[in-house]
């Protein structure tokens, strides 16, 4: 089993910043890939970015240019530095786990419980 705490969230006006951070423990995550997704009110979860073990990121058209990924292996933890945000960012966003190669489908094998990121215009 592997537990996920995300922290990080929070109310930020347009233009500013926030980094997520996606803490994991239970075993060690080589061969995994973690990722964030995010879901709007009345909105299907969609894909943020993904980092590989190896370091092979992968980032959703939408926040290319303002968001970035990144994890440090030896504290098993996942960064997402989320800048220039825009109202349009408003979510939850989770954090996942899963065995294999990035994917921008939500088929993560383990999730957090989620941390909520808003954005005023």
């Known amino acids: 089993q592997v537990q996920l705490v995300e922290s990080g969230g929070g109310l930020v006006q347009a233009g500013g910043s926030l980094r997520l951070s996606c803490a994991a423990s239970g075993r060690t995550l080589s061969s995994y890939t973690m990722g964030w997704l995010r879901q709007a009110p009345g909105k299907e979860r969609e894909f943020v970015a993904a980092v590989r073990w190896s370091g092979g990121t992968a980032l959703a058209d939408s926040v290319k240019g303002r968001f970035t990924i990144s994890r440090d292996n030896a504290r098993n933890t996942m960064y997402l530095q989320m800048n220039r945000l825009k109202p349009e960012d408003t979510a939850v966003y989770y954090c996942?786990?899963?065995?294999?190669?990035?994917?921008?489908?939500?088929?993560?094998?383990?999730w957090g419980q989620g941390t909520q990121v808003t954005v005023s215009s």
């Open positions: 996942g786990v899963r065995l294999g190669s990035i994917t921008t489908a939500p088929q993560y094998d383990y």
